[in-house]
């Protein structure tokens, strides 16, 4: 099959749920942009965990809130690329321009998700931005999801005040670092938790105090942040709860065990809140990114065709930024 025609492109497909090995790199039918879309050449797609737990069919939720995800499927929804073709009534971008998104997030409409470990996919023109001019598009396919989690989870829901204290669960991932960086430009008091690999890289970034939770208990050292966002999450969750002011806020971030009579008890407020797609915001960020005031961290890259390999690393977890594949050289 010539994939060089404007009919076929490599994808990744899923076609059952399962482990890394069912990402399948294979020949598939290109997308065309439909009214208020552009279709995107894409040079870079990020990896997320929700990639992988899609692909692995959600099991760590109840299985009446599973997404039913129809297969096959493409996986991804961060993309860096060049604009292609623009459907009609398109007129905020043109083609040759080079952008970036977290494409059709959450996932659950009716063309899917973001499809974004692809050579092309359409996206609508709300979701998108001009990719930041200082960077390439390893780092900007990097920037989408978790950029916009940190953003809309620090300033849409938690209201962030200069001054405040954060403590950051999971500060070297890929939402992490993002979420240190925007809470010390607002002007906050930022506490890192990581392994202690990660020490030198989250100072780097700003935060001022530094806790490698593989040799000490949070618990035990911190008392009184305003807002807790936790990253982590997991059986064990709440046992940070006592680290928050009374007033203060939780952001679990990843599913985690935290009793709503201890936090009544507490009198900690609990949100949560799932990053949407947002060209806007990736404007104003892709700003920050300009001026140098923000940094992408690169865990590592594969090639498209490598995506189960790029799975399996990131599964195991520990990841200092983000990982992304590579789609053209
Ligand atoms: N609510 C939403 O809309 C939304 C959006 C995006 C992501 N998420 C979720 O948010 C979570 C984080 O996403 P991500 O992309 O940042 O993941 P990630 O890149 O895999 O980062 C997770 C980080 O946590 C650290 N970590 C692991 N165990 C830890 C522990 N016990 N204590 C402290 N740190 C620990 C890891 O490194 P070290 O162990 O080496 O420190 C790693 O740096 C995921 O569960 C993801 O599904 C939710």
New binding site residues.
Partial sequence: METGSTKFMKAIRIHTIGGPEVLTYEDVPRPSAESGEVLVRIHAAGI???DW?GRAGYLELPEELRPKIPRPSIPGSDISGIVEAVGPGVDEFSVGDAVYGLVRFPPYTEKGGGKGYAEYTTAPVTDLALKPATIDHIQAAAVP??AL?AW??LFDHANLQSGQTVLV?????????FMVQFAKLKGARVIG???G??ETFLRELGVDQFID??SNSVEEVIRDVDLLLD????PNGYRLLDIIKRGGTLI????GNYPPERLAELDVTRK????RSNGAQLSEIGRLIDAGQVRIAI?SVFSLAEASKAHEH?EK???????VLRVVD
Avoid: C, E, F
């Fill in positions: 997320n965990p929700a737990r999801m978790a989690t809309q989870l669960n999971g500060a070297a991932g890929g939402v992490g670092h938790v990581a392994s690999r990660h939770y593989t990253n982590v999450g997991g679990p971030v990843n599913i949560d809140r799932q990053v865990d990131g977890g520990h990841l200092q930024g983000k990982i």
